[in-house]
Structure formats: C-alpha cells, structure tokens
C-alpha cells in the first residue's frame, strides 16, 4: 500500500509532462530524420544507468557502513578513491570512443558489448562476502573499482551519442529531455522499490540483511541488461565524425577550451548538490524522522520514509525535464542555469526551518518536489550544453573529439559524486555519528548533537552553498544562445567545405572566438 498510494497519487502529474515530451518531438520531427522510437530508445541507455547510479548515490555509502560492516572512514576513503578513478578514467574512454569504428558507429555498439559485464558487476558490488574485515576491505574495493570502470564503458559512448544523432541543436535538447525524462522514471522505479525489495528477500524469504540486498540489486540489473539492448536496438548514428588529429592534440585543445572548463565547474557543483542531498537522506529518515513516521492522505496512514522521499523527488524531476526545452527555448541556456540555481539555493536554506512533525513531513515533501523540479531542468540543460561545447570545440580546432567532451561531463558527475559522498561519511565521523551494526538495522539511535546538527546541515545550507558557487562559475560562460546559433550555422558551411581553400579560411578567422 506504501508503493501504490504515492504512485497513484502522483500518476496525474506524470502524463503532462509525458505528452509534452511528444509535443517537442513533433514540433521538431520535420527538421531532421529520426523517429519517436528513437528518441524513446535513447531515454532508454540512461534509464538503466540511472537506476544503478542512484542506488549507489544514495544507498551506497548507508549500505558500507551499515550492512556491509565498514568503518565511516574507511567507507569515505574508498568511495572517494574509487569514483576519483571512475572520474579520471572517463576521458581516456573518450579517446577510445573517438577512434572506434564498426558498422553501427562510434559509440552505439558498446552499449552492446558492456551491457552484460554491467549488470554482473553491479550484482558483485551489493555482494557481502562472510570474510574477515582486512578481506571484505579489498572486495569492496576489487568491486567498486570493476562496477565503476564498466559504467564509464558504457555510459561514456552512451552520452557522446547525443553529438552524432542529428545536427540540429534543439533536437539535440530534445533528445537530451527524453534521455532525462526516461532516466528519472528509472531513478523513481528503483528508489520506489529498493526497501520493499530489501523488505520482500529479508521477510518472505528468510534472507539476511546482506543477502536481501544483493538479491534486491539481481533484480535491478536484469531489468539494467534489457534496457541498455533496447537502447542499442532502436537508436542510430547519422553523423560520421573523425578526429583529424593525435590523441596529444585533442587533449591540449580540450584544456584550452574556456567554455569546456567553465561548465565543467558548472556541473560539477551540480551533481555535488545532488551527491551530498542524496547521500544524506537515507541517515536523515534513520536518525531524525525515524523508522516509524507517517504521513496522513485522504484518512489512510502512508510510511514516510526515505525512499517514499527520494521517488517522489524523482517524479518531480521528470516535470522539470519537460520544462525544460520551453523554459529554455525562451529565455537561453546560460540564463535558466542561473536561475535555476538561484531558486535551489532559496529551498535549501528553507528547509532548514521545517519542524520534524507531521505536519512538517509535508512540508518536507513540497520542498522535495521544488527542489527536485529544479534539478529535473538542470540535467538535460547541462547535456545540451555540453552538445553546444562539442560544437564550439569542432569548429574552433577542427577536430571531432564528441566522446572526450562527453566523457568530461561525466567525469565532473564523477568527482561530485565522489566529494559529495565522501564528504558526508567524513563529516558525519568527525561529528560522533553512531553507526549500526546488522542487528541494529532497524532500531533508532540516540545520535550525538553534532551529528544531528550535520545531518540538517548537509541537507540544507551546505547543499546551498555549493549552488551558489555554481552560478558564480556559470556567470563567466560565453555561449549563449546567439553564439551557438553561429557556431552551427559555421559547422555546416565546414562540413561542406574542401580542406583547403577561401571556405576553409574563413571558418579559420571564425574559430579564433575567445
């Protein structure tokens, strides 16, 4: 009943912003060649990584600490270490993306060959060996170092993927909602059901704590492995790119590039805002709300608890995703960023001043809803904008490095990720937070003052600190609207153009843009 009633009572918000995703597909399937299908089948690479990525963002570090049997430091040092190689490990994937070539293109195939190893992995990572600690240290960090060099197989390609689909930059937009769109419907459908599936293996099963994990995660990734099929089954590369220069060259033109750095910053600091929000909620529920608080709807009592909190947030991102392209469309990409941010530093700092009291959980619930809306507009904006970077860095170097531009947006995505979470395992150990052992998994401890103050802190003002940061970086970014238009108008006449030659020359004088 806890799964039905939210989903029922959010259902009448998920069809708008849906049929509008189909409205933006026939506003713009008249410019360009693909289909409905193929936009669907897009949405469907990241759906799968999604439902990976934020169980490990928001279940990971809980789960190290609290039912794998890690200290909190040693827990922050391996989920830093391991996404810092996961983040550093993205541009060489890049490179490698770049240079493939196969009858189905660059990118599509690895969605392919990765998709299997993918899920195994995954499956391996909530594993809990019965060993010694000095043992169980190194297979957590044997299996997070495989999940996480995996995910930057295949979600690397997947992302540059956008950069060769079509040519035209609002379809990009597009393409890119419909990516977060269908990513937030599998972020909501494995935060929706991560305990319950926990709940089912451990209480109808017999299983232990641990096992009841690892079984919960089997489940996710076979749903992961048909996915990520579909995706390569229904998706094409129409744009056939080739990087004209050595490996050496596209790296020195990438750390030259003034816009690829300023949204680098950008986004970093984005996904650091989500990291630290959502790597704190499963603590926040456990030592503040509590494991046995409700929310009253239409006289039927509902658990308030943190994956009723995180999966309403994830349908409050797909409204944002839907946002959008309008909002986007109307008053530019570098604009919407701004403000975007703005506003989420404004909910962060308010929701530090909600009671924990019934009545507070709703509040606490409507924030959720705002916030989420918000960062639902972020992430689409930022792929798009990445796109818009590609596009400058073709045209100012003459070179066709897609998947090392991508690959940075995931590597920043990375290392949010991994500040983020361990920054909150940190904090929370310096402040005498009470871990639990197994047997404590369901039982509410009396947690020392400084770490409840950091639990209200991470879900608050720090959060909102690290938006405001974002909006200084942002500030300083050169591509609006007008120059992008420029720099696609100049791409197509240099896609036509000889080698050589007064068409060439003049694309030349063009590129030499700050």
Same mark, same amino acid.
């Given at each position: 009943m806890t799964l039905s009633a939210p989903g029922g009572f959010f259902f009448i918000y998920t069809r708008?912003? #849906?049929?509008?995703?189909?409205?933006l597909h026939h506003r713009f399937s008249t410019l360009t060649m693909t289909k409905l299908s193929e936009k669907i089948g897009y949405g469907f690479g990241d759906m799968a990584s999604s439902m990976f990525w934020k169980v490990f963002s928001y279940y990971l570090p809980f789960f190290y600490s609290n039912v794998f049997g890690l200290s909190l430091v040693d827990a922050g040092i391996l989920v830093l270490i391991t996404r810092i190689w996961d983040a550093v490990s993205d541009p060489m994937m890049g490179v490698v993306a770049d240079r493939t070539h196969t009858r189905w293109g660059k990118y599509r195939p690895y969605l392919l060959w990765v998709a299997a190893p993918f899920s195994i992995c995954g499956i391996l990572l909530f594993t809990t060996p019965d060993w010694g600690y000095a043992a169980k240290l190194v297979w957590a960090y044997v299996t997070y170092i495989l999940m996480m060099t995996v995910y930057t197989g295949i979600n690397v390609p997947y992302g540059a993927m956008l950069g060769v689909m079509s040519d035209n930059p609002h379809e990009k937009t597009v393409f890119s909602s419909f990516r977060m769109f269908f990513a937030y419907g599998g972020s909501f459908i494995a935060l929706?059901?991560?305990?319950?599936?926990?709940?089912?293996? #451990?209480?109808h099963f017999g299983m232990s704590l641990q096992g009841s994990w690892q079984f919960a995660m089997v489940v996710i990734a076979a749903a992961c492995l048909v996915l990520f099929l579909l995706c390569f089954k229904l998706t094409r590369e129409r744009l056939r790119t080739t990087s004209s220069v050595s490996i050496g060259s596209d790296f020195r033109s990438l750390l030259t590039n003034r816009p690829w750095w300023l949204l680098i910053g950008a986004a970093l600091c984005f996904n650091l805002f989500n990291t630290v929000r959502g790597a704190t909620v499963a603590y926040f529920f456990a030592d503040i709300i509590g494991?046995?608080?409700?929310?009253?709807?239409?006289?039927?009592?509902?658990?308030?608890?943190?994956?009723?909190?995180?999966s309403v947030g994830e349908v409050a991102n797909m409204v944002g995703v839907a946002l959008t392209v309008p909002i986007?469309?109307?008053i530019g990409k570098k604009s919407t960023f701004i403000l975007v941010n703005a506003l989420l530093v404004v909910l962060s700092v308010l929701f530090f001043f909600i009671p924990v009291t019934p009545a507070g959980y709703w509040w606490m619930l409507l924030l959720q809803v705002l916030i989420s809306v918000l960062t639902g507009i972020m992430s689409p904006l930022v792929w798009s904008m990445y796109a818009d970077v590609s596009d400058y860095a073709e045209l100012r170097y003459r070179t066709a490095s897609t998947g090392l531009i991508f690959s940075s947006s995931s590597m920043a995505q990375k290392f949010g990720s991994a500040i983020g979470g361990a920054a909150v395992l940190w904090l929370l150990g310096a402040c005498g937070y009470v871990a639990r052992t197994a047997e404590q998994a369901g039982e509410v401890l009396t947690q020392t003052p400084g770490a409840i103050r950091a639990l209200w802190m991470l879900m608050t003002f720090i959060p909102a600190g690290v938006a405001l940061l974002a909006i200084v970086v942002v500030w300083f970014y050169p591509l609006t609207t007008r120059r992008v238009e420029e720099i696609v108008a100049r791409l197509k006449e240099l896609r036509k153009a000889p080698a050589s030659g007064p068409e060439r020359d003049e694309m030349t004088d063009f590129a030499n843009i700050p």
């Open positions: 708008r912003p #849906s049929a509008r995703l189909f409205d929706a059901a991560w305990e319950p599936l926990c709940t089912l293996f #451990s209480s494991f046995d608080a409700h929310i009253m709807l239409f006289s039927v009592a509902l658990l308030f608890y943190s994956g009723l909190f995180l986007a469309a109307r």
